[in-house]
């Protein structure tokens, strides 16, 4: 199983800061690599696929790199809508795993 | 509009089973293979399994793996998950997701359900 280590567990920072979260995979996993945004109460939200490829309707402001083990979510400048959990996610080999998740909270 | 949405869940004593459903819309269900995943309260996502486009191929992460059934009806555009012999680790939010996106066979969960709770407990 390919576990995905997330750094750090939280990070406080004000509106207007950058933001940056990382994942690190045990295995290598090439591309396939998502990262996922999840606010109280609903469900998770993709932000970033085949580790820098944008979804539909995400803001420039998310971007995405990494490749093989180590992996990185960008938030430009932090919206108050941005404070969230973010999880990173593996589709490189079975089983599908997710990292423990990294809690972005107001300064 | 694209949308995922679960019925079936609720309280179950320890030992006991459920069958959670997903109906499907806004996309032609039958070209996308279908996933279950859960959270446990107040914890972080796991995957459960994933289903192809005709339901010939199934995949489980472990600790499901022979309690966990995953099916599909493309006529109906429904997924569902029978779950048995439940125990208290399996109290989560289950939710239904198409991995939609990205490269090769099947790719990141692009659309969610909002999900159905599980809640194991005599």
């Known amino acids: 199983e390919i576990v995905l280590t997330q750094s750090p567990a939280t990070l406080s920072l004000s509106p207007g800061e950058r933001a940056i979260l990382s994942c690190r995979a045990s295995?290598?996993?090439?591309?396939?690599f998502a990262w996922y945004q999840q606010r109280p109460g609903q469900a998770p939200r993709l932000l970033i696929y085949?580790?820098?490829n944008r979804a539909t309707g995400i803001p420039a402001r998310f971007s995405g790199s990494g490749s093989g083990t180590d992996f990185t979510l960008t938030i430009s400048s932090l919206e108050p809508e941005d404070f969230a959990v973010y999880y990173c996610?593996?589709?490189?080999?079975?089983?599908?795993?997710f990292g423990g998740g990294t809690k972005v909270e107001i300064k | 509009e694209v949308q995922l949405v679960e019925s079936g869940g609720g309280l179950v004593q320890p030992g006991g089973s459920l069958r959670l459903s997903c109906g499907a819309s806004?996309?032609?269900?039958?070209?996308?293979?279908m996933s279950w995943v859960r959270q446990a309260p107040g914890k972080g996502l796991e995957w459960v399994a994933n289903i192809n486009q005709d339901g010939s191929g199934k995949y489980f992460v472990d600790s499901v793996r022979g309690r966990f059934t995953i099916s599909r009806d493309n006529a109906k555009n429904s997924l569902d998950l029978q779950v048995n012999s439940l125990t208290a680790e399996d109290t989560a939010i289950y939710y239904c997701?198409?991995?939609?996106?990205?490269?090769?066979?099947?790719?990141?969960?692009?659309?969610w359900g909002q999900g159905t709770m599980v809640t194991v407990s005599s």
């Open positions: 806004g996309f032609i269900f039958s070209n996308y293979w």
């Open positions: 085949d580790a820098s």
């Open positions: 997701a198409r991995p939609g996106s990205g490269s090769g066979s099947y790719g990141a969960f692009d659309i």
């Open positions: 996610q593996q589709r490189g080999s079975w089983p599908l795993t």
């Open positions: 295995q290598s996993i090439g591309r396939y």
